[in-house]
């Protein structure tokens, strides 16, 4: 059930069995506040949505609202994916990374890292973010983690991040735009383009790398590079993600060639959903294709085919695709033995 998109299989297949760390980076950028940008969340309350997220991820409650995030459609976040993976196949921690929350998530026991981040501004008028500081401690994080289990998944929640992540990947000057993909089926192309076109204008001819990723990133983005550069391999590590985490792996390489510096890859890989890989608005093979580091990166063949829940068969039909490390959380239920029927029986449960 576990298929690849580029690389070989024998990484993933080297995980079977293995408890992991998952972890959750959540941020805030007021890009998200754009009308109609993103659907990853309550309209007017897409601030929250990774707050309650986490909370849901972490104890199956939300506690900063009274219901758990959902799209104006009515599709359900896909932390109640991880969430349901995590009954099933207990993670061996889950950790939050608290990368600017304009709300904290209200969880006890659970261990939340704070960088002292707040969150990032509209992209459109400047993010106004210290890119070159927050990098670095990203850096910092990763050289001095322990990971207390045998590998790390990495997951996110930041609403309007596929929006950020392009406007971040042109802006490193790839030829990407038509691959990022989009929480809703249809994507809002004009809002997003007179977004992308706002931002891009407030770059100058003599910007470095941190002064584009200042201008047009988001802070999970620029963290999570850094963090994978600190980290060194010397920990398997699985971004459970689309297309932003390969916008990730894309700051990376780009970081690579500015200090003509190489890193090896044996121990990471990325891993999304079905809904992410066979997108047909989105390319996230073709974004992998970009980096000039080997990497291997996994789709987890999985789908609610099996369940008649009209919120959850959106999915099938390309709301949502992908979220709160769904993909990565698919993925590590599979290699511990969760069939298809168990995962999406324990996601049902949740909505009765």
């Known amino acids: 059930m576990i298929k690849h998109i580029i690389g070989n299989i024998d990484f993933i297949e080297s995980l079977r069995g293995k408890k992991a760390t998952f972890m959750l980076a959540l941020s805030n950028t007021k890009t998200a506040n754009i009308e109609g940008i993103t659907q990853a969340g309550i309209p007017g309350m897409i601030h929250l949505t990774p707050t309650l997220d986490s909370e849901f991820v972490c104890t199956g409650e939300v506690r900063s609202l009274e219901n758990i995030a959902e799209t104006p459609k009515g599709v359900p976040t896909p932390a109640l994916i991880t969430r349901g993976v995590h009954l099933l196949a207990p993670y061996g921690r889950v ?14 026991y659970f261990r939340l890292h704070s960088f002292g981040v707040e969150p990032s501004e509209n992209i459109a008028k400047g993010a106004k973010i210290d890119a070159e500081a927050l990098f670095q401690k990203g850096v910092e994080f990763g050289k001095s983690y322990e990971c207390k289990d045998e590998y790390i998944i990495l997951g996110e929640s930041v609403p309007s991040g596929t929006t950020t992540a392009m406007a971040t990947a042109i802006g490193l000057k ?39 990723l200042s201008k047009l990133s988001d802070n999970m983005l620029i963290f999570n590079a850094g963090f994978i550069v600190g980290l060194n391999n010397r920990v398997p590590l699985v971004l459970a993600g689309g297309t932003q985490m390969a916008c990730v792996l894309l700051i990376v390489n780009r970081m690579l060639q500015l200090m003509g510096s190489t890193i090896s890859t044996t121990n990471l890989a990325l891993c999304t959903t079905k809904w992410v890989a066979k997108d047909e608005n989105s390319d996230i093979e073709a974004l992998l294709e970009l980096l000039k580091f080997p990497i291997n990166a996994y789709y987890s063949n999985f789908d609610f085919s099996l369940s008649s829940h009209p919120a959850l068969k959106l999915y099938d039909q390309g709301e949502a695709k992908e979220g709160v490390g769904a993909g990565g959380a698919l993925m590590y239920g599979i290699l511990n033995g969760l069939t298809k029927e168990q995962i999406t029986q324990k996601v049902e449960d949740f909505l009765r």
Not at 95 to 103: Q, S, Y
């Open 95 to 108: 950790e939050l990374l608290d990368l600017g929350l304009e709300v904290k998530p209200k969880v006890d």
């Open 174 to 212: 790839y030829k990407a735009d038509y691959a990022f993909s989009s929480s809703f089926k249809n994507v809002p192309n004009n809002i997003r383009e007179k977004t992308l076109k706002l931002a891009l204008s407030n770059l100058e001819e003599k910007d470095d790398i941190f002064a584009v």
